[in-house]
């Protein structure tokens, strides 16, 4: 079905029309996933590259629908007016209004109903997929769609309000659907050589990925030459990893989580709680561990050896005191 003429034209010359319909739709409809970083946090806000991987497991979906009056908000975390929405979702209502903007609609009241299953503030992408989801359903709900640069411009705009100066990352990774290599902004498929399974444990201890950029900021500002010596080394890393992806070889792979962990620490992003998983991962049989995200909390990230080791590990992490564990399988792409 094509859009009729009576759609409005773009106030933002980057959206279209959706094509699913002539006006805004009932209930409009975004979704994005969670992702785990393989290699690369913290090194990237200083322009080193990163792998990031989706994690098929947890997901996000967010519907808008025209409000008969002032807009509702419906999340686990808040049920009420969206105009006295807890500074918790700030970054949540930065994306709807964000997004509205772009729609030209700045002040339409819109009811949006968030399910999420990324637990927050664990390094698993949860604010850029939240922030994905609402965009996208709001720009539904207003009559548009956005291509991927327009989509990942009204993320950031989110992301700045979590963090200050994110990435980019978290905002191309969680509408990614294979493992990502990320430089200079932009984000490239990687080829995998075969299927790699990950545990992830989530320490239950909340990460502070702004507290924790900080954190490298000061340190990099204190000492820069050792700063940019691990920042080097971490991007290092990920360029090697890449080739270790792409020829299945998960020994080097897991050597590169480990080592990349013990580089996390010295930069200051660490947490005792995660030192105990990945030290729990690594007598469970894991091949590598490392913390993922923004640390000082959130979830480690684990290789096995495969499926069946992945079972173990995942029993062994929860009897470590992991608050929660996921499996997530990377499928090898050639
Ligand atoms: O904790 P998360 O999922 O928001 O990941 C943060 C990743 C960092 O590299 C620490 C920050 C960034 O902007 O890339």
Partial sequence: MTASTD???????????ATHGSA?????????????????????????????????????????????????????????PIARAPERLAVTMTAMRAALAAAGQPTAH????????????????????????VIEAVLGACGYTA??????????TAE?????????????????????????????????????V?????????GRTREAVAAVAQRRAEAPAAVERSLDELGSLA???????????????????????????????????????????TAGGALGAKLTGGGR???VLALASDAASAVELSERLTRAGAAAVWTTTVEGSS
């Fill in 7 to 17: 759609v409005p034209i773009a106030p933002d010359a980057r959206l279209h029309a």
């Fill in 24 to 80: 805004a739709e009932p209930g409009a409809t975004g979704r994005a996933g969670a992702k785990a970083i393989l290699l690369g946090e913290h090194a990237v806000v200083y322009g080193r590259p990163a792998i990031a991987v989706p994690v098929r497991a947890l997901g996000v979906e967010a519907v808008a629908r025209p409000a008969a009056g002032p807009g509702r908000l419906s999340s686990t975390l808040y049920h009420g």
């Fill in 110 to 133: 819109l009811d949006i109903a968030i399910d999420s299953s990324i637990p927050a503030e664990r390094g698993l992408g949860s604010s850029a997929a939240v922030s994905a989801a």
């Fill in 147 to 156: 291509d991927d640069e327009t989509m990942h411009e009204l993320i950031q």
């Fill in 160 to 196: 700045r309000a979590a963090h200050g100066a994110p990435s980019g990352l978290d905002a191309r990774t969680v509408r990614a659907r294979a493992a990502v290599w990320f430089d200079g902004g932009r984000i490239e498929r990687v080829a995998v050589g075969s299927d790699l």
């Fill in 198 to 206: 990950f545990v992830i444990a989530d320490t239950g201890v909340r």
């Fill in 239 to 281: 360029t090697d990893l890449r080739e270790h992806v792409s020829h299945g070889d998960r020994a080097a792979i897991g050597d590169a989580m480990a080592r990349a962990h013990v580089l996390l620490n010295g930069l200051g992003v660490g947490d005792p709680a995660l030192d105990h998983l990945v030290d729990a991962a």
């Fill in 297 to 299: 909390g959130g979830c």
